[in-house]
């Protein structure tokens, strides 16, 4: 089966990592939301992808890890969308867990660059531990030193390792990095045959980001991806 993910909710329809963008992707009977996690000021995990507030409400000044949850639950994150969804906040990893029921797999995407969370990965996995939620869980990052304490925290734990740049061989970088990775997670634009059948050589799955188009979405289905993340919910419920 390929898997679609909803890149941060149906962020389309609503404000990105918002309860209203992840009620619409399920809405849609998406079968997978990727989100992003980070650490607040008394260290609450949050769902939001930019360390700033810039592209929610530009005129909040500093970063996530400056404000506590209960100061980020006072900050509109609508304006793009008008009056629509006017007091929308950002989430906490609780609310997203409270409202996906347990057969959505979850990808959970540590932002720890350029903020470094200390203590991030254990307060990720003590929450996924107390709500039981250690099955259709995918963890994934930027910073690889995250998710080497992921696994020694949570063993158990799929893990997904992504790439921005085009490197040499990243499917032997990850083979050899120790941690066992299950997927890659590369961006699309150089995403091509020999890049999925190098990887699936080395035995893992290839999930593209970030694949709006549907005819570079059918080209990567012929390349035989195991799925991508997707803001276009054409796609992102298109699990086949």
């Known amino acids: 089966m390929v898997l679609n993910f909803a890149h941060r909710g ?3 329809e609503a404000p990105e990592n918002s309860i209203p963008a992840f009620q619409k992707a399920l809405e849609h009977g998406t079968q997978a939301i990727e989100l992003d996690v980070q650490l607040t000021k008394d260290n609450q995990l949050v769902i939001c992808h ?8 530009n005129q909040v000044k500093g970063r996530i890890k400056d404000y506590t949850l209960h100061e980020i639950k006072q900050i509109d994150i609508s304006a793009a969308f008008g009056t629509a969804y006017k007091g929308t906040s950002l989430p906490t990893l609780q609310e997203v867990l409270d409202l996906c029921p347990k057969d959505i797999i979850l990808n959970i995407e540590i932002k720890n660059i350029p903020v470094i969370y200390d203590g991030i990965e254990k307060i990720l996995i003590d929450c996924l531990r107390a709500n039981n939620r250690l099955e259709n869980i995918l963890i994934s990052s930027f910073d690889h030193l995250a998710l080497q304490k992921v696994q020694a ?15 040499l061989r990243p499917w032997e970088y990850a083979k050899q990095s120790g941690l ?3 997927n890659i997670h590369p961006n699309q ?11 699936k050589a080395h035995g893992f799955k290839v999930y593209p ?14 390349f035989e991806v195991d799925g991508v993340f997707s803001n276009n919910p054409a796609i992102f419920r298109a699990d086949k």
């Open 180 to 182: 066992r990775i299950s």
């Open 209 to 222: 980001y970030t694949v709006n188009d549907t005819k570079r979405y059918e080209q990567l289905l012929d």
């Open 10 to 12: 149906s962020l389309t």
């Open 50 to 57: 930019d360390h700033k507030f810039t592209r929610y409400n």
């Open 189 to 199: 634009v150089y995403t091509d045959q020999e890049f999925v059948e190098s990887c």
């Open 153 to 167: 925290l949570e063993p158990g734990l799929e893990l997904g390792m992504l790439f921005y740049y085009r490197m």
